[in-house]
């Protein structure tokens, strides 16, 4: 195999493997730092153990220092309302804690960007913006599952035609395999892939809440689009000079 080709591959596997890695991390840290107490299958409470340094310490203090993304209003109203014993047992703001005592918070969010993003856990079972959530896992599992190879091995492909020169298509198709490997991961380890991220303009106009998988299988399309009218204009170049001649 060629070094140019051997640079094309490698360069590929190393985009695919940090999209994957970044992807899976963000959603460790939804599923650790985030949680919903919507009921049924998206219910997810955030389970703590109190440390020893906490020892005697109040619940919204523990929470202050621990939430640190949070701001003392949201602190204080999730220690007022979503926070509880391991038995189910509310607890107030002010209730001591004692050391290796395990707590829940069922309510969670942090504000990125107030009005326009936030970060909110949600397990969604279907595709893109909730498509064949509410079929049969029986059927629905399997055919996202399958579908998710079936892209990899198209890109892998697609790949081998892809010319020294097209960086752009090689990120494009890397980033595309990277997230759908993510969320492929998820829907074998779960059943459902976690979204977290959410972009609105006020709460009345919301885009579907995604995560990074989701943004690198957009970004890869853009590219690839991008690629595509570079390849339709640098044609028309070509052509145009020929006619010169």
């Known amino acids: 195999m060629k070094n140019a080709s051997l640079m094309k591959y490698g360069l590929f596997a190393l ?4 999209g994957v890695a970044l992807d899976q991390w963000s959603k460790w840290y939804a599923e650790s730092w985030l949680a919903t107490e919507r009921p049924g299958f998206f219910s997810h409470p955030i389970v703590l153990e109190v440390p020893e340094q906490a020892e005697g310490t109040t619940v919204e203090a523990y929470l202050t ?38 707590i829940e918070v069922t309510n969670r ?28 896992s029986s059927f629905r599992e399997p055919f996202f ?3 998710s190879l079936l892209a990899v091995f198209i890109i892998l492909g697609l790949l081998r035609g892809v010319q020294n020169d097209q960086r752009l298509l090689l990120w494009a198709l890397a980033l595309i395999a990277g997230g759908a490997l993510g969320n492929f991961i998820d829907r074998a380890r779960y ?8 972009w609105k303009y006020t709460d009345a106009h919301r885009w579907p809440t995604f995560n990074i998988a989701d943004a690198l299988i957009c970004v890869g399309v853009a590219f690839m689009v991008i690629e595509m009218i570079r390849d339709v204009m640098r044609e028309r170049g070509e052509r145009a000079q020929v006619e010169e001649v």
């Open 15 to 18: 985009i695919v493997v940090i």
């Open 65 to 102: 220092e621990t939430f640190e993304a949070n701001s003392p209003e949201e602190v204080k109203t999730i220690a007022q309302l979503y926070t509880r014993t391991e038995d189910g047992q509310h607890l107030h703001p002010e209730s001591e804690l004692e050391a290796g005592q395990v």
């Open 109 to 136: 969010e942090v504000t990125v960007i107030e009005g326009y993003w936030d970060f909110q856990y949600t397990r969604n079972p279907g595709a893109a913006f909730g498509i064949f959530a509410d079929k049969d």
């Open 145 to 147: 599952l399958a579908v």
């Open 191 to 198: 059943g459902y892939v976690t979204d977290f991220i959410v």
